[in-house]
Nanobody
Framework: VQLQASGGGLVQTGGSLRLSCVVS????????LAWFRQAPGKERDFVAG????YYADSVKGRFTISRENAKNTVFLQMNSLKPEDTAVYYC???????????????WGKGTLVTVSS
């Protein structure tokens, strides 16, 4: 299973970005797909996941996760971005619903999001 994330970049406070992650290879029929992020010097944290939708408290109301099954793609629409959202964002897949880093079975390479103040 391979996951390829894209869409990161530099944005000003209050701006928006849309991340994409294409999933390829053999997965369960409906894998749980999630976004995590890791800021410099910090642990990797759960951001959002989708089978139903799940969000970290820090992003509720600002970020929206969605998926397009026909294209095996999951998206993360990020609005009202803040400097504290600066991190490397990773997409991940699992056969079950979880927000735990160690429980995710597949990871993509990250994409850097930088929010300037």
């Amino acid at each position: 299973v391979q996951l390829q994330a894209s869409g990161g970049g530099l944005v000003q406070t209050g701006g928006s970005l849309r991340l994409s992650c294409v999933v390829s290879g053999s997965t369960s029929s409906s894998p749980f797909l999630a976004w995590f992020r890791q800021a410099p010097g910090k642990e990797r944290d759960f951001v959002a996941g989708i089978r139903s939708t799940y969000y970290a408290d820090s992003v509720k109301g600002r970020f929206t996760i969605s998926r397009e099954n026909a294209k095996n793609t999951v998206f993360l629409q990020m609005n009202s971005l803040k400097p504290e959202d600066t991190a490397v964002y990773y997409c991940a897949a699992s056969s079950f619903i979880t927000d735990q880093v160690d429980a995710m079975q597949y990871w993509g390479k990250g994409t850097l999001v930088t929010v300037s103040s």
